[in-house]
């Protein structure tokens, strides 16, 4: 079992939809938590980040995270095509890991206008 | 500032070939990564340098493989010999510390490799 599942999708949505993006994992050392943005032929970037529980909202966009059920969540609100992208979850576990993340397979999203 | 530079954009070998890609991470970064892409197994971390040293080579999948950091501006990663299975996009990350305790990896724009 991998330490992060992410449904591949690909998720089609109309314009103006609200888009829920979902990651689990397994370990419960994860503190810190990520939602990398990737447009086709680019690098990841980074789009929001939460430490520990809670909710973060940035814009159109929430990230969630329920420790207790290990289950992190991102939110699209009005979604536009120009939110077409694959979206990874990533996570780390210690303030001194030096940077490394896990990342989950990341979510192809696509917007129709 | 220029971001994570990654050379060459795209290379298509053959099977057998030496092949090195190039990376240079964002000045002041102290962490640096490679990574591979394909659809099959999304993003897999080969392996990452802190203050130009190894720390975590275990996703490095075989002895072809290598990496190098000569200094704080500058990273190699080796396939010798290639096969088409090393087929996908490699990208190289560094990092730097947020505000709040961790930190994130900011990206190059990656190399896709084709090994025929």
């Known amino acids: 079992q991998k330490e992060v599942e992410q449904d591949p999708g690909p998720l089609s949505v109309p314009e103006g939809a609200i888009v829920s993006l979902n990651c689990t994992y397994s370990?419960?050392?994860?503190?810190?938590f990520m939602w990398y943005r990737q447009y086709s032929r680019k690098g990841p970037e980074l789009l929001m980040y939460?430490?520990?529980?809670g909710n973060k909202e940035d814009g159109r966009f929430t990230a969630q995270v329920d420790k207790s059920s290990k289950y992190i969540s991102l939110f699209i609100r009005d979604s536009q095509p120009s939110d077409s992208a694959t979206y990874l979850c990533?996570?780390?576990?210690?303030?001194?890991?030096?940077?490394?993340?896990?990342f989950g397979q990341g979510t192809e999203l696509s917007v129709k206008p | 500032d220029a971001g994570v530079i990654q050379s060459p954009r795209h290379e298509v070998t053959e099977m057998g070939q030496e092949v090195t890609l190039r990376c240079k991470p964002i000045?002041?970064?102290?962490?640096l990564f490679w990574y591979r892409q394909t659809m099959m197994r999304g993003l897999e971390l080969l392996i990452y340098?802190?203050?130009?040293?190894?720390?975590?080579d275990s996703g490095m999948p075989e002895d072809r493989f290598s990496a190098k950091m000569p200094n704080a501006s500058f990273s190699t990663l080796k396939i010798q010999p290639s096969e088409p299975r090393d087929s996908a996009v490699y990208f190289c990350?560094?990092?730097?510390?947020?505000?709040?305790?961790?930190?994130?990896?900011?990206f190059g724009p990656g190399t896709r490799l084709t090994v025929l």
């Open positions: 990350a560094s990092s730097d510390r947020l505000a709040g305790g961790t930190d994130t990896q900011y």
């Open positions: 939460t430490y520990s529980s």
């Open positions: 340098f802190n203050n130009n040293v190894p720390i975590d």
């Open positions: 990533a996570m780390s576990s210690s303030y001194n890991q030096g940077g490394k993340l896990i």
């Open positions: 000045s002041g970064h102290n962490s």
């Open positions: 370990n419960s050392a994860f503190q810190y």
